[in-house]
């Protein structure tokens, strides 16, 4: 029986789906890839090829698939590319997307080869394909050679020596000729740097054509970019040849539409990509060149497309024709002007306003504006441009104007400005007379018009009747009390701590800002000088280490008693008080940037043992606040020292009290070989000038000596000058050493003197 063939219609169809399913779920890459290869091989229809081609360019161009998966496939479909690219007269949109597909997989195919030395079928495999492209970059259709100057790109690119990030990881490092070993035998570096280098010349030589093809040039130019960036070694090399290319050259008239966009393209490309070189490295020896190009190129694009924008410039001579330093012609007359003459209507009757005498417009729309609605410096910006645009003629005849306008009705007077004035000047006195003796005239007739009632006296028993049956008269009304505002409600617990919390925040964000000043050098005063007298971060400091150590003490002993009655007991449960913030503030603050802030922690901790000493005159059994925070200092600051870190020594030389849970830490760093000397240099140092811890000191050196293997020589060299009773030995005759104080010496064995010394 017969297989039942399957249309292409329907195969597509399929492939599709296959293909929604990887974009999808990039898991399935490599199922689907190892299924559709004989499908879309040299041998099928062409509508297959071109899917099976788009395909894989997709397929290896994808960021959802992982460069493991990519190299595991690439070798998989190596063969099948290189048939499909044997095939005569190929499709041109197949051999596009092959020529993507083979940009993409050369890379992991050369990083496969580089581990890999005797798989020289898959390098023979890639090898023809990469002879296959460059013998049509010449011939083929441009979109073809579009896509073949991308894998030269990626050729040049991969047999280049690159920049190694790591040497330990070469599975990160970028694939170059960098990873490849001098005496590979599949791939010798020097054939293939020859190589690269020869590609490279040919790239470049588009630059020097001199009817270059401009798809082919925006080509070359995006894909130099990449080079220039990743590859140092010849990125001098591609810039010189840019900075030599000229992408106008080719504007030359006649120019049709779609050459001037062609043009524009290219030279748009060269621009973009040399300020990016620029931006990328402007200290570059080219930089000034490239910046002189660019300059050049945006004048001659000017020049050759804008000319037609441009407006046409203003005539050299009047328009009239009748310049004075030329020849007059004969008949020639004086054009008449065409200024329509200012009209200025007259006062209205009556008192005249200052805005009156002013207005010289009948116009309705500018008397009824108000200025004063405007700010003063608009007023200015809009007045001055409008004082120098006003015609000299109109300016001058609103000031001086007075001439007499006939109309069919009669004749009116019109008068300018100045005219205005001197007229009311003249006139203002009499009417100010006028005024006064109308005043005058109407007060005496008001007196002759005056005749007042006549009315009884009244007795005094009416005048007492009158009183009495009159209303009370109103209280007087007293002065006003002074107004207070009543006062705010009371803050509870939560609402102090956030407020207090805020207000630290604030002034730690000053002390932030202070450490950016550069500090000033300043002869520092002695012990009676007066702390936080210069706004500097040290008296921030200051101030801010008294108020943790010198708050308020109703700030800082509120307890609250939370009875639980179903256990029969009472806990006392410490609410964090005003100091405990301010002090874990500055702990953080400290340990942030501890080593140029330990000048803060040790005038912290002096603040805190000085308040210590305070508490215990007044009889307080309050908790020590030097020990806890002294030794929260080390455990933060410690796990950060290095070996030769002085800053820890002096931060223990300076601090005002050592115990032996200081030293505990101390010794804590013999626990690091790398930090052993650190603690014998520091523990060596106390001895040597603090002379109340010098026995405490000692006694940590002899621990260090005794139970630390890596501290023995170092701790003996101090032993031996302040406590040399405990470097006592008891040598055997086979060259064993036993302690004095701890063994006991064979009784045929001599005892050593106690003076002997361990080295």
């Known amino acids: 029986m017969e297989t039942p063939t399957i249309s292409v219609t329907d195969q597509l169809e399929k492939l599709d789906t296959a293909r929604k399913l990887v974009l999808g779920d990039a898991a399935y890459y490599p199922q689907?890839?190892?299924?559709?290869?004989?499908?879309?091989?040299?041998?099928?229809r062409l509508e297959l090829?071109?899917?099976?081609?788009?395909?894989?360019?997709?397929?290896?161009?994808?960021?959802?698939?992982?460069?493991?998966?990519?190299?595991?496939?690439?070798?998989?479909?190596?063969?099948?590319?290189?048939?499909?690219?044997?095939?005569?007269?190929?499709?041109?949109?197949?051999?596009?997307?092959?020529?993507?597909?083979?940009?993409?997989?050369?890379?992991?195919?050369?990083?496969?080869?580089?581990?890999?030395?005797?798989?020289?079928?898959?390098?023979?495999?890639?090898?023809?394909?990469?002879?296959?492209v460059l013998r049509m970059w010449d011939n083929a259709a441009t979109g073809v050679r579009v896509c073949c100057i991308k894998l030269v790109q990626r050729?040049?690119?991969?047999?280049?020596?690159?920049?190694?990030?790591?040497?330990?990881?070469?599975?990160?490092?970028?694939?170059s000729l960098a990873l490849v070993p001098r005496d590979h035998s599949l791939i010798p570096p020097p054939n293939l740097e020859a190589e690269a280098s020869g590609l490279l010349d040919r790239l470049l030589n588009v630059f020097h054509e001199e009817a270059s093809d401009a798809v082919l040039v925006t080509a070359t130019l995006n894909c130099l970019g990449v080079l220039i960036r990743s590859r140092p070694s010849i990125a001098n090399k591609i810039v010189s040849t840019i900075l030599n290319f000229n992408p106008l050259k080719q504007a030359k008239a006649p120019m049709t539409p779609e050459k001037k966009v062609l043009v524009k393209a290219m030279e748009r490309t060269t621009r973009a990509l040399l300020l990016n070189v620029n931006k990328t490295n402007p200290t570059s020896p080219l930089a000034p060149r490239i910046q002189q190009y660019v300059d050049n190129l945006v004048r001659s694009r000017m020049d050759i497309f804008e000319e037609g924008s441009r407006k046409r410039a203003a005539p050299s001579e009047p328009t009239d024709g009748l310049d004075p330093s030329k020849r007059a012609r004969l008949g020639a007359e004086a054009p008449i002007s065409t200024t329509v003459p200012l009209r200025i209507p007259p006062l209205p009757p009556g008192p005249t306003s200052i805005a009156q005498l002013f207005t010289v417009t009948d116009d309705v729309?500018?008397?009824?504006?108000?200025?004063?609605?405007?700010?003063?410096?608009?007023?200015?910006?809009?007045?001055?441009?409008?004082?120098?645009?006003?015609?000299?003629?109109?300016?001058?005849?609103?000031?001086?104007?007075s001439r007499i306008l006939s109309w069919s009705d009669g004749a009116n007077e019109e008068q300018g400005v100045r005219t205005r004035y001197q007229t009311l000047s003249q006139q203002q006195p009499a009417v100010k007379m006028d005024g006064a003796m109308d005043a005058t005239t109407h007060a005496e007739d008001e007196d002759d018009d005056y005749e007042p009632d006549y009315q009884p006296?009244?007795?005094?028993?009416?005048?007492?009747?009158?009183?009495e049956t009159a209303p009370p008269e109103p209280e007087p009304v007293h002065a006003l009390a002074p107004f207070e505002m009543p006062p705010p409600p009371p803050l509870t617990d939560l609402e102090a701590q956030q407020i207090g919390q805020e207000t630290i925040t604030r002034m730690f964000g000053v002390m932030y800002a202070l450490d950016d000043v550069p500090s000033s050098r300043q002869a520092r005063m002695g012990i009676n000088r007066l702390a936080a007298s210069n706004y500097d971060r040290d008296a921030w400091v200051t101030i801010i280490s008294r108020l943790a150590t010198r708050a308020?003490?109703?700030?800082?002993?509120?307890?609250?008693?939370?009875?639980?009655?179903?256990?029969?007991?009472?806990?006392?449960?410490?609410?964090?008080?005003?100091?405990?913030?301010?002090?874990?503030?500055?702990?953080?603050?400290?340990?942030?940037?501890?080593?140029?802030r330990i000048n803060a922690a040790i005038s912290w901790l002096n603040e805190e043992w000085y308040d210590d000493r305070l508490r215990e005159r007044s009889g307080s059994h309050a908790p020590s606040q030097y020990e806890k925070w002294a030794l929260k200092l080390l455990d933060g600051i410690m796990p950060y020292l290095d070996a030769k870190d002085k800053v820890f020594t002096r931060f223990l030389s300076e601090i005002p009290a050592i115990d032996?849970?200081?030293?505990?830490?101390?010794?804590?760093?013999?626990?690091?070989?790398?930090?052993?000397?650190?603690?014998?240099?520091?523990?060596?140092?106390?001895?040597?000038?603090?002379?109340?811890?010098?026995?405490?000191?000692?006694?940590?050196?002899?621990?260090?000596?005794?139970?630390?293997?890596?501290?023995?020589?170092?701790?003996?060299?101090?032993l031996m000058r302040w406590r040399p009773q405990a470097l006592e030995f008891e040598q055997k005759p086979n060259g064993l050493k036993l302690e004095s104080g701890n063994e006991t010496p064979l009784p045929s064995e001599p005892v050593q003197s106690s003076t002997a010394i361990a080295t």
């Not at 004063?372 to 410096?377: A, F, G, H, R, S």
């Not at 006296?457 to 009183?467: F, M, S």
Request: charged share 25%; net charge negative; with cysteine.
């Open 32 to 44: 689907i890839v190892q299924v559709i290869l004989p499908i879309i091989g040299a041998g099928a």
């Open 49 to 132: 090829r071109r899917w099976g081609a788009d395909f894989l360019a997709e397929t290896f161009a994808s960021p959802t698939l992982a460069t493991q998966q990519k190299q595991g496939l690439c070798l998989t479909v190596l063969e099948t590319v290189k048939d499909m690219f044997e095939g005569p007269e190929e499709d041109p949109q197949v051999l596009k997307s092959l020529v993507q597909t083979a940009a993409s997989i050369y890379p992991l195919v050369f990083r496969h080869i580089i581990t890999n030395a005797a798989d020289s079928q898959s390098w023979e495999r890639m090898a023809a394909i990469k002879t296959r």
């Open 155 to 175: 050729v040049i690119q991969v047999q280049t020596p690159g920049v190694i990030a790591d040497p330990r990881r070469p599975e990160q490092n970028e694939i």
């Open 365 to 401: 729309a500018f008397t009824s504006f108000d200025v004063q609605q405007l700010p003063l410096d608009m007023v200015i910006q809009i007045t001055l441009p409008l004082l120098y645009r006003v015609d000299q003629g109109h300016f001058d005849a609103a000031i001086n104007v």
């Open 457 to 467: 006296a009244e007795d005094d028993e009416q005048i007492l009747n009158k009183l």
């Open 552 to 596: 308020s003490a109703s700030l800082d002993h509120v307890v609250d008693d939370i009875k639980e009655e179903d256990m029969g007991k009472s806990l006392t449960l410490a609410r964090p008080t005003l100091n405990d913030t301010v002090r874990e503030f500055l702990y953080m603050h400290i340990i942030e940037d501890f080593r140029n």
């Open 660 to 718: 032996e849970k200081v030293l505990e830490r101390v010794k804590g760093l013999a626990r690091d070989p790398e930090r052993v000397n650190l603690a014998v240099t520091s523990l060596h140092y106390l001895v040597l000038l603090r002379p109340p811890v010098r026995e405490l000191c000692i006694d940590a050196l002899e621990d260090l000596w005794r139970n630390y293997e890596d501290a023995k020589s170092a701790a003996a060299k101090v």
